[in-house]
């Protein structure tokens, strides 16, 4: 009902709280933030054009065409592996990836193609924040291999970008201790 009256439908999490409250909140205060990708759309993230990013240019991209509905008025529909056919080189100053490892991303090719166009897509400077789920092999909440199809620390494409301390948490690697076990990780696009 919320959702057909363009009410804010936001998802009770931890690691949605942490992402709304805290990450994408310091974000939007920054200066030099104007250009924004967010990837994966769905209910809860409908308001995100009107709360947060008002004001800037703000996209985003999910390859089901039944959640360009929750996207931001510009929305495209395709896969992240797809990025660079429509921005070019530099473009975002800012690219979120929450909930998608794993999560459509299934593959390693897939991953490495993936966040490959993010990182071409960025400007110097510009920032990539990764949300990822790191749940045990035994978990109860989803089935095994739906989590985490590689280990990050496998992915090269990663590997060009540097290890950004995101100030408000004091580290690059948050893990946000609740039965999911959502980590954020957040990168820089470094000069090469």
């Known amino acids: 009902m919320k959702d057909f009256l363009g009410l804010k439908t936001p998802l009770h999490t931890p690691p949605r709280y942490i992402l709304e409250q805290i990450i994408i909140p310091y974000f939007v205060y920054q200066k030099d933030i104007k250009t924004v990708l967010f990837v994966g759309c769905d209910w809860y993230t409908k308001h995100y054009h009107r709360e947060f ?34 921005f070019p080189s530099g473009y975002f100053d800012l690219i ?49 291999g739906w989590h985490r199809p590689v280990s ?13 301390r995101f100030a408000p948490l004091s580290t690059w690697r948050y893990l946000v201790k609740s039965p999911i076990y959502h980590t954020y990780d957040f990168y820089v696009k470094k000069n090469t």
Not at 152 to 164: D, N
């Open 53 to 86: 990013f008002r004001g800037m240019e703000y996209w985003t991209i999910d390859p089901d065409s039944k959640k360009q509905r929750y996207g931001s008025p510009n929305h495209v529909v395709d896969s992240l592996e797809k990025l660079h056919y429509y």
């Open 96 to 144: 979120i990836c929450n909930g998608v490892y794993g999560w459509g991303l299934d593959h390693k090719e897939q991953c490495e193609i993936a966040f490959r166009n993010c990182f071409d897509c960025l400007r110097y400077g510009g920032e990539f924040i990764l949300g990822w789920d790191d749940l045990p092999e035994d978990s109860p909440f989803f089935p095994v």
């Open 152 to 164: 990050i620390e496998e992915l090269e494409s990663l590997k060009a970008f540097r290890h950004q």
